[in-house]
């Protein structure tokens, strides 16, 4: 099928490969012509592993183009992809305005019949928007409105997307559903399961998902803070209730709280969504609070460990919201970095891949190569980010550089322990030493 899909970021380009891989005739295109200039000169604007291989495939086999030409590329396709940004607006609604331009921009082009296909989370009620907008153009017999919400991760996008647990399409005919179902096809032979429902359900199945997860890392962060105060192991009671098949393993991993383009503000969102419906959706708005309470706690983490922050240098590894990705949105790292430039601190900081965007981000910085240059003459190094570079530092030469040494590992990579015994004065969350450790850590 001829699909065009719209914006070419994280989601966009992801989709617009992952489709022309199952098959499809796809155009990518952005207003970003230098993005595009970027994409058709085969260099990828993103750091997503295994991204790059599947874009060059797909494009040198003729299934994959990337263009700036949005009339052309509207005017060619059966089904059209929105996959822009619906950032966060000041009272945490999700901003609409760049999906209703794309929306509008449709309508002012299409001449035949369309799919149009949201792939952006969206609120609730936005596939009816968009059948308003098209309406008003005069043309709402040519379109069918289908919402198929994206669940990839960021860092394992693509197997997430060519192998996702489930596909959810919203849509209220028949055609649209066995279109949807066509440009799917191969995840068919993979029994990969299909949810379809109608438009408003799947844009809450969204909301609903991110949420879940988000409160799932809110409340193991609780129970960190509960381990430190009653001497328990987090890692010991995360296993052992996730091996309960009814809660599952994931997304129990303690850490500086949520972060990325996604959890805060689908989760605020949500909460906005239900306060504008005259309901007060009472579990969403304590888990926003308690991943902010726990971002403070990470800067207090550091002063507890170090006593006076001020002009003492701590160094910050990793600065993405994740280990994997490029992603500087919402990272925990921003309010960290921030609290402690407050205090006066003097930081330095290393990322394997966000250095390009966290360097937009922060003034006064000192941006390293590598662990070892960040360490050095620091009177504290913070494990803010799980990169696996990070899982395994030669602590010798990490000691041996440092001015005092002093760890603070806000995702418990380390074990307290052999960090003890190696010289350390190591902070982690939530792995009190009361308790004496009888079961194997859970792995991360
Ligand atoms: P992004 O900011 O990386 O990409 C958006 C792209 O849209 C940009 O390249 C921008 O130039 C382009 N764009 C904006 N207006 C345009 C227009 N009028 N015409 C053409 N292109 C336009 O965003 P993203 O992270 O890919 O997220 C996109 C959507 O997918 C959001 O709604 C997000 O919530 C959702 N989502 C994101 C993820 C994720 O992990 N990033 C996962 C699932 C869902």
């Given amino acids: 099928m001829n699909i065009t899909v719209i914006?070419?970021?994280?989601?966009g380009l992801v989709t617009g490969a992952g489709l022309a891989d199952f098959g499809n005739e796809v155009t990518c295109v952005d207003i970003d012509a230098a993005k595009i200039e970027a994409l058709q000169a085969g260099a990828i604007p993103i750091y997503e592993p295994g991204l790059q291989a599947i874009v060059a495939k797909n494009a040198a086999e003729g299934r994959l183009r990337f263009t700036t030409d949005l009339e052309g590329s509207i005017r060619s396709a059966r089904a059209i992809f929105i996959a822009v940004?619906?950032?966060?607006?000041?009272?945490?609604?999700?901003?609409?305005?760049?999906?209703?331009?794309?929306?509008?921009?449709?309508?002012?082009?299409?001449?035949?019949?369309?799919?149009?296909?949201?792939?952006?989370?969206?609120p609730i009620g936005t596939g009816r928007i968009i059948e308003a907008i098209?309406?008003?153009?005069?043309?709402?017999?040519l379109a069918s409105i289908v919402?198929?919400?994206?669940?990839l991760r960021e860092g394992s996008a693509i197997e997430d997307f060519m192998r996702p647990d489930r596909v959810v399409i919203g849509a209220s005919d028949e055609e649209?559903?066995?279109?949807?179902?066509?440009?799917?096809?191969?995840?068919?032979?993979?029994?990969?399961?299909?949810?379809?429902?109608?438009?408003?359900?799947?844009e809450l199945i969204k909301y609903a998902a991110n949420g879940f997860l988000a409160t799932k890392i809110s409340f193991i962060n609780e129970i960190a803070v509960l381990c430190e105060k009653l001497g328990g192991d987090v890692q010991d009671v995360a296993r052992g209730i996730g091996l309960d098949s009814r809660i599952g393993p994931k997304f129990l991993q303690a850490g500086p709280g949520f972060g990325g383009s996604c959890f805060p503000k689908d989760t605020a969102a949500i909460a906005e969504i239900a306060r504008r419906h005259g309901y007060s959706f009472q579990i969403i708005d304590a888990v926003l609070k308690v991943n902010e309470d726990i971002k403070e706690r990470s800067v207090r983490k550091v002063i507890e460990a170090v006593g006076d922050v001020?002009?003492?240098?701590?160094?910050?590894?990793?600065l993405a919201f994740k280990p994997e990705t490029d992603d500087m949105r919402d990272s925990p790292t921003i309010p960290?970095?921030?609290?402690?430039?407050?205090?006066?601190?003097?930081?330095?900081?290393?990322?394997?891949?966000?250095?390009?965007?966290?360097?937009?981000?922060?003034?006064?910085?000192?941006?390293?190569?590598?662990?070892?240059?960040?360490?050095?003459?620091?009177?504290?190094?913070?494990i803010a980010t799980e990169w696996n570079e990070f899982r395994a530092l030669n602590l010798d030469r990490i000691k041996s550089v440092m001015r005092s040494p002093v760890i603070i590992d806000l995702r418990n990579v380390y074990d307290p322990a052999r960090m003890e015994k190696q010289g350390f004065r190591y902070t982690c969350l939530g792995r009190s030493k009361v308790l004496h450790r009888t079961s194997t850590p859970v792995a991360s």
């Fill in 7 to 11: 914006g070419t970021g994280y989601v």
């Fill in 85 to 122: 940004g619906t950032p966060q607006k000041a009272d945490g609604s999700a901003d609409l305005r760049y999906v209703e331009e794309v929306a509008r921009t449709i309508a002012g082009f299409m001449d035949g019949p369309k799919l149009i296909v949201t792939k952006s989370t969206v």
């Fill in 134 to 141: 098209i309406d008003e153009a005069g043309k709402k017999h």
């Fill in 147 to 151: 919402s198929n919400p994206e669940f």
């Fill in 176 to 202: 649209a559903i066995a279109l949807m179902k066509e440009i799917y096809a191969p995840l068919h032979t993979l029994e990969v399961p299909f949810v379809v429902t109608n438009v408003e359900s799947s």
């Fill in 310 to 318: 001020s002009g003492k240098a701590i160094g910050i590894l990793g």
């Fill in 336 to 382: 960290l970095i921030e609290g402690l430039q407050l205090q006066g601190a003097r930081v330095r900081a290393y990322d394997p891949q966000a250095m390009e965007n966290a360097r937009r981000m922060f003034d006064n910085v000192e941006f390293c190569h590598d662990a070892y240059q960040t360490a050095r003459d620091c009177d504290a190094l913070v």
